[in-house]
Every structure is written in structure tokens, then in C-alpha cells.
């Protein structure tokens, strides 16, 4: 387990975990609430599936011609977009595991589930992560 864990806010902005991330070499981040909770996390995926590509508005189709041109729609989303946070792009079912469980079972949760790390509360207070490195690391170690 990692206890030094780099997290996020439910308010940081998207670009800003998108910089946290790229600097510490990390492929995901826990989400934390104002009670310090674990509510979430901020993968590469989830900034690449859901922040690269947002949903244009609704347009009004009369005749079978756009009333509004594509351009102009896209103009004005963007402008009136708020920047993204945390919580608009994390996952919210979160696999958490408590520091006494068993690293075979953290191991095979990752693998059934696809998923490549998992936080380790107590309570619901982050106090470390396990990641697939570290469970390589506990391979090579003989644990």
C-alpha cells in the first residue's frame, strides 16, 4: 500500500487534475468530499471519455434545416460552459478496501473488475492506495 496519496477535491478543476496527474506520473486520483470521505475517483479514462468530448445543447431542426448553424451553437456552449470539477467527470462507484483486508482478495477485486487501484480507508478517510504496482511489488517481496 501507498500512504502518501496524492487527491483531489469534489471542486478542483479538471485541468488542474489533468496537471496533478501528469506531474506525479499517477494514472488516477481519489475524490474527497469536505468531510475528507472518499467519494470518488479522477482515472486517465474518465478525463479522456468524459471531459475531451462535452454534449452540445439541443438544437431546433424546422423543415429538416438547423435553425441555428453548427458553429455558432458550439460557440456559445463553450463560452457559457463552466469549467469542469472533479466531480463532474469521476467515477462514483468506488471499490474501497479497509487496511486489514487481504492484498489476494484487493488482487483478484482488481482483475474481476478491470480495475487498476483501489483506495484503503478507514472509515470512509483515505489513509493509503494499492495499485497494481504495489501488488507486483508484494509478488517479488513473497507476500
Same mark, same amino acid.
Given at each position: 500500500?501507498?500512504k502518501?496519496?496524492?487527491?483531489?477535491?469534489?471542486?478542483?478543476?479538471?485541468?488542474e487534475?489533468?496537471?496533478?496527474m501528469?506531474?506525479?506520473?499517477?494514472?488516477?486520483?481519489p475524490?474527497?468530499d469536505?468531510?475528507d470521505?472518499?467519494?470518488?475517483? +479522477?482515472t486517465?479514462?474518465?478525463l479522456l471519455?468524459?471531459?475531451?468530448?462535452p454534449?452540445s445543447?439541443?438544437?431546433l431542426?424546422?423543415?429538416g434545416?438547423w435553425v +441555428?448553424?453548427?458553429?455558432?451553437?458550439?460557440?456559445?456552449?463553450?463560452?457559457?460552459?463552466?469549467?469542469?470539477v472533479?466531480?463532474?467527470?469521476?467515477?462514483?462507484?468506488?471499490?474501497?478496501f479497509?487496511?486489514?483486508?487481504?492484498?489476494?482478495?484487493?488482487a483478484?477485486?482488481?482483475?474481476?473488475k478491470?480495475?487498476n487501484?483501489?483506495?484503503?480507508?478507514r472509515g470512509?478517510?483515505l489513509?493509503?492506495?494499492v495499485?497494481?504496482?504495489?501488488i507486483?511489488?508484494?509478488?517479488?517481496?513473497g507476500?
Amino acid at each position: 500500500m501507498t500512504k502518501d496519496v496524492l487527491a483531489v477535491r469534489i471542486d478542483t478543476p479538471v485541468t488542474e487534475i489533468a496537471r496533478l496527474m501528469a506531474e506525479n506520473k499517477v494514472s488516477g486520483v481519489p475524490v474527497l468530499d469536505d468531510a475528507d470521505c472518499v467519494v470518488g475517483m +479522477v482515472t486517465e479514462n474518465d478525463l479522456l471519455l468524459k471531459h475531451a468530448h462535452p454534449k452540445s445543447p439541443p438544437r431546433l431542426a424546422l423543415f429538416g434545416l438547423w435553425v +441555428v448553424p453548427e458553429e455558432a451553437v458550439e460557440k456559445v456552449y463553450r463560452s457559457a460552459r463552466p469549467t469542469a470539477v472533479a466531480e463532474d467527470v469521476m467515477t462514483r462507484d468506488v471499490v474501497t478496501f479497509a487496511e486489514d483486508d487481504d492484498i489476494r482478495t484487493i488482487a483478484e477485486t482488481m482483475v474481476k473488475k478491470g480495475i487498476n487501484r483501489v483506495p484503503i480507508v478507514r472509515g470512509c478517510k483515505l489513509v493509503g492506495i494499492v495499485s497494481r504496482a504495489d501488488i507486483l511489488r508484494a509478488i517479488a517481496e513473497g507476500k
